[in-house]
């Protein structure tokens, strides 16, 4: 296999100017393709500090005209890219001309060094760096590489009809790239002594389909000007075609992810780096875009990446600006209450769950554990997913395990730092579009909607709390045919400060269904006590008793 064909495009590659690593950026993007550019407007326009570092060399730089990209049908690639440069420029991006040496992890981000041994450091990492086409070892054929020789039948099929078509398969798998070209000739020859033997029923589906077959070894590409004219056989014959269609290994430029040790996963192509939808890699912080993370994009599937991966990092950074502005109102709010030269908690429910969630976070900046509890779960696992409501969500792990399971959920809570917790969560896991968070004191709250489920779990407070009228009216806010399910503590857990002999003791199921005035038309479905083994504060194994009511509101 030779290396890579050669451009005529000679990039104008001055380097990085050293004055980028006085700045802490943003997003560091590494690539200047479609999708790292796409990615930069996004983020530059949404006034974020962007580094793009670009090595100048698109996969797609071969070819004179790029195809099926919407109103630049025809257009040259590098073009494009020079549009792009232009337009993210325009809205304060910055773009240096530089090939990346070296990407590490540092604390709060990442730090690259460019071949030229100029660092740059950013909050957040894009890797757009693409692919390369490593093409057969066929003299003549990397010449005619992206004009003559070609690969995609979607890039250039259409300007092929009527042609005489080669087509070079590498493997049997790479014959359906002759049934897709199909449609644009009845004139195709497939070239397959790259691939091996054939199995006697593809053989048969290609001549079926009026496809010649040729096993004999391509030995050069034949040409008239700078034109193809056929391709040259190891018995010295030429077989006449006018454009070759051929079956490169793609051949991912992903350095910086393996530095980073991103997780891998197998494709068609190949171990290429695993993205979830919007481009994340298992490096927190770390994307993934074009063709760095999907072999088979075409440039308009590239760019979309980019703009989709630049959305979701951007709803990280406000939600993260939303959480700290929401700590100091609640660090604001605490040094507020009156003292009387003691250590005075703050007073009022806002007060009390403002002061714990700010106070009692732990090395992963929150308070709970942030998995769903397995009793919620348990009871909620085999109803179909509809509109949820969950009251007193806390940092929203229940919130987010509903919205994974395709519930649409409304989550509401007296804290603001909890709530900010939660809505930066969801902005990370890609769940922000299916839950609304509200800001409300249960007891001033009252429902406006019906939902197919509320969930009510641990609604327990030191403080002021009209826990039975806010089951009321929960109860009130379920759609016929819908559930209200109440969890709670069945027994003080190890570690709270409380026993059976020093606090009001704990509803019962039958006294919280009691509590609730049900009218007719409801039916109990789950009701008593579970038993539910956690790992205690001290490391050990711990029981802890849940209370369990679940009833549905008949249609």
Known sequence: MTDEPTSAFTPAFD?????????????????????GLSAALILARARRRVLVLDAQAPRNRFAPHMHGVLSRDGYSPLDLVADGYREVRAVGGVIENARVAETRAIPDGFEVVTDAGVRATARRLIVATGARDQLPDIPGLADQWGRGAVACPYCDGYEATGRAIGVLAGSVQGLHKAHMLRSYSSDITVFTALAGPIPDTDRAVLEERGMRIEQRVVTRVVTAGDAITGLGLADGTVAPVDVVFAEPALVALDEPLRQLGVERTDTPFGSWPAVDAFGRTSVQGVWAIGNAANPAALVPIAAGSGATAALALNGEFVAEEVAAASERVGAASASD???????TAPTGPAGFWEAHYTANRGDTGQVWSGRVNATVAQEIAGLAPGTALELGCGEGADALWLATRGWAVTAIDISATALAVAEAKAARDGLADRITWVQADLADWHPSEEFDLVTAAFLHSPVELARDEILRRAAAAVAPGGRLLVVGHGAFPPGSGHSDHDAPPLPTPDEVLASLRLPDGWVVETTGLVDRLVSGRDGHPATLVDTVLRVRRQR
């Not at 700045?23 to 993007?29: E, G, H, P, Y």
């Not at 209450?337 to 250590?343: A, C, F, L, N």
């Open 15 to 35: 380097g990085p100017s050293s004055s980028i690593s006085d700045v802490r950026w943003d997003v560091l993007i590494v690539g200047g393709g479609s999708a």
């Open 337 to 343: 209450v009156p003292s009387d030269g003691g250590d």
